[in-house]
């Protein structure tokens, strides 16, 4: 058996975040636990949910430090200390480096609002809006040190409607995505995915 200890990378409102602590609680998580988050802001919802779950948690604010080297140095020494299987960002908006990826080589994760390699960055469902898609989604996918460029691990789409508004369709991607990102953990916590390349196969 294989076990993974997660480590949740926060920016926000967590509600991805509460999506696995739910599948952990409901023996949905394989052999995954959620063992720490870390938010780079304070004061955020998604503290509040791990701490209700009993979750340990950690603050390292970006703006505290003096550039990007220094904060993804902090970051993984972090996550690190905390003994992380699997790096998991849901809802994190920071782009990571080298200097934090190369610790966790293959082990860290993004659930992204949009079917990549469309609408990569911020406010997916805004650019899928404005570009006049019919159908967007969500991507859970490998970190590189691009911008959301990594290989991707699964996808759900969703339909966009004529009166959809940045809101309604974020909360339809949303749906999907509370569905898929713990699906991933669970399936790479047990060892059931491969990655060749860009390409993602299911182990037989
Ligand atoms: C989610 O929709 C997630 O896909 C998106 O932020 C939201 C966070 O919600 N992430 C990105 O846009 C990353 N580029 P949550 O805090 O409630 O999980």
Known sequence: MTASRVVVLVSGGGTNLQSLLDAERAGTLGDAAVVGVVSNRPGVR???RAAAAGVPTRVLDHRAFADRAAFDAALRAEVEALGADLVVLAGFMR??????LAGFVDRVINIHPSLLPAFPGVRG???????????????V????????????IAQAAVP?????????????????????????????????????????????
């Open 46 to 48: 998604a503290l509040e």
């Open 141 to 152: 996918h490998f970190v590189d040190a691009g911008l959301d460029t990594g290989a991707v």
């Open 125 to 139: 469902p805004a650019q899928a809006l404005q570009y006049g898609v019919k159908i967007s989604g969500c991507t």
């Open 95 to 100: 782009v990571l480096t080298e200097g934090f």
């Open 160 to 204: 966009v409607r004529d009166d959809d508004t940045e809101e309604t369709l974020a909360a339809r991607i949303l749906v999907e995505e509370h569905r898929l990102l713990p699906a991933a953990v669970a399936d790479l916590a047990g060892a059931r995915l491969r990655r060749e390349g860009r390409r993602v196969h299911r182990v037989p």
